[in-house]
């Protein structure tokens, strides 16, 4: 079964600094995909960025980008020039590869709650 | 968000009475899944569907049950609601018709809040 540890429950910095959250997994596919979610207080699940565990190169969406080491299986987080709503709770999600009829189960860490300060 | 609405957004239930959630989606998607959220836990699969009357377990799935009659619909019922199953119910969504592959990522409701005292 695969696993997700998010190692840090709580996170904080100050508006326009970088902050890097950490995730590791642990898993024996060798085709999989990882996700990082983020939930602000209005409780919505809303999806930041994804990676393909196939693709070496690093997934980037504006601020947000990954740092994925496969060999390592570490996957964080790095948000680039905080801002006020970034402040939110972040999962990192785990999925692998399921074949052409097959549900897209998800495993998720623990989260770790971000705040930005003003 | 994906035409996903939950409802109710709220509830708070006593110890032993059943209680239905639902999840209506509006994007004729194949999948959809239930989750909770509990602190220092993240969310755990409950139940999931993978097609009208196709449904199959996750990670936690005692005490609940779930049925699909219409691709829109996916219902959670908690036969005997207890204490412990005080949590943030998701639903979710994936592999519809206009994805290019059947591993998209999850598109999530607002959840309901269900309190049992």
């Known amino acids: 079964a695969q696993t997700v540890t998010q190692s840090q429950p709580e996170m904080s910095v100050q508006e326009a600094e970088t902050v890097t959250l950490s995730c590791t997994y642990d898993?024996?596919?060798?085709?999989?995909?990882l996700f990082w979610y983020k939930q602000p207080p209005s409780r919505q699940m809303i999806l930041v960025i994804r990676q393909e565990a196939y693709k070496q190169q690093n997934a980037t969406e504006n601020r947000f980008s990954v740092n994925f080491q496969k060999a390592a299986k570490s996957f964080s987080l790095k948000i680039s020039d905080s801002q006020l709503g970034d402040t939110a709770m972040y999962f990192c999600a785990f999925m692998k590869h399921a074949p052409s009829k097959g549900a897209q189960k998800l495993v998720f860490g623990q989260g770790t709650r971000l705040t930005i300060n003003p | 968000d994906a035409g996903i609405t939950q409802s109710p957004r709220h509830k708070v239930t006593e110890t032993g009475t059943p209680v239905t959630l639902r999840c209506h989606q509006t994007e004729n998607h194949r999948y959809m899944y239930w989750y909770r959220q509990d602190p220092g836990h993240g969310l755990r699969l409950i139940h999931y569907s993978y097609g009208v009357k196709d449904t199959d377990k996750g990670e936690v799935s005692d005490g609940y049950s779930v049925s699909r009659s219409k691709t829109e619909d996916f219902l959670l019922t908690l036969e005997s609601a207890t204490s412990s199953q005080t949590s943030v119910y998701f639903c979710?969504?994936?592999?519809?018709?206009?994805?290019?592959?059947?591993?998209?990522?999850?598109?999530f409701g607002n959840g309901t809040r269900l309190t049992v005292t």
């Open positions: 898993t024996s596919e060798n085709n999989y995909y």
């Open positions: 979710a969504i994936s592999g519809g018709r206009n994805m290019g592959s059947y591993n998209s990522p999850l598109h």
